[in-house]
């Protein structure tokens, strides 16, 4: 099966479908700098050498510090587009707390306009909807800042259907990101929708874990029969499942980068690609 088309457009921005994210190039539990930026740095700035030009992160990585180590890298950016995020709070490793106030988000807009160097954001993601704050102000909120130019396009995570319709009828929605894999497959419906409306579908944790993926497993059989990696294959399902699929692989290691980006190269062949999808059942 063919992995073409290689490129998605959104907002009128066309980049390729295979993409990088950019959560792990800081500290542990997401939180502060890594112990080696300049390996972060070089993992930017070789994601791109080998073609990448979306490069998805978000304020509440470190916080701050993926975007802060994004901007040290590689602005001014060029083709690259730098897709963020903002709604969740961060007070210490590992947690998440989700914030949606509308002012709130217009802070964090505006600071990662200052941290990214950028008079208008690529892509601005609503992390999480915030079940505290009516949803149509943070969609609002949203439609504000797209209609101000402070972003050209705007995304959701996490959501279901029926909250990208709501969220459509205040709010032009580009993009969605949700968790999505060839061994997990609970956003199936909304990546449907994506599908059928033309949004861009980003799903985050794109490469398969779990029993499935396990040594002897039938992904772990099908890598050492193809001689494509777990990884690769994974992400080889992904750019097979949709032509709006985005998939956002992401690392802090050269190596592993440089296998992820392979995967835009790996054709599956039909058997293949049935046998991956039975694995929902």
């Not at 730098?82 to 709070?89: C, D, E, S, V, W």
């Not at 200052?114 to 009516?134: N, S």
């Amino acid at each position: 099966m063919s992995t073409t088309p290689t490129t998605f457009t959104y907002a009128g921005q066309t980049v390729r479908r295979l993409g990088f994210g950019a959560m792990r190039i800081t500290g542990p539990g997401v939180w502060g700098y890594p112990s080696d930026v300049a390996n972060a740095t070089a993992v930017l700035r070789r994601a791109v050498e080998l073609g990448v030009d979306f490069i998805d992160t978000a304020d509440s990585y470190g916080p701050n510090v993926s975007e802060e180590i994004i901007a040290s890298a590689l602005a001014p950016y060029g083709a690259v587009k730098i897709a963020t995020k903002a709604g969740l709070l961060r007070t210490g490793p590992n947690v998440w707390v989700p914030c949606g106030r509308p002012d709130y988000l217009r802070q964090q807009c505006e600071l990662s306009l200052r941290r990214l160097g950028q008079d208008a954001l690529d892509l601005f993601q609503l992390h999480r909807i915030d079940p505290t704050v009516p949803a149509e102000e943070q969609f609002g909120l949203l439609r504000a800042l797209l209609d101000e130019g402070k972003v050209r396009a705007i995304g959701l995570s996490e959501v279901s259907v029926d909250q990208i319709v709501a969220a459509r009828a205040i709010v032009d929605v580009a993009t969605v990101q949700n968790l999505y894999n060839v061994t997990n497959r609970q956003s199936e419906a909304v990546l449907n929708y994506c599908d059928s409306e033309g949004l861009g579908f980003i799903p985050w944790y794109p490469v398969a874990s779990g029993q499935l993926a396990r040594a002897g497993g039938p992904l772990d059989e099908m890598a050492a029969r193809t001689g494509h990696s777990v990884a690769q294959i994974s992400l080889a399902w992904l750019l097979a499942r949709s032509p709006v699929m985005m998939p956002i692989p992401g690392t802090s290691q050269i190596a592993h980068l440089e296998e992820n980006c392979a995967a835009s190269d790996v054709t599956l062949d039909e058997t293949d690609v049935l046998a991956l999808n039975a694995l929902a059942h």
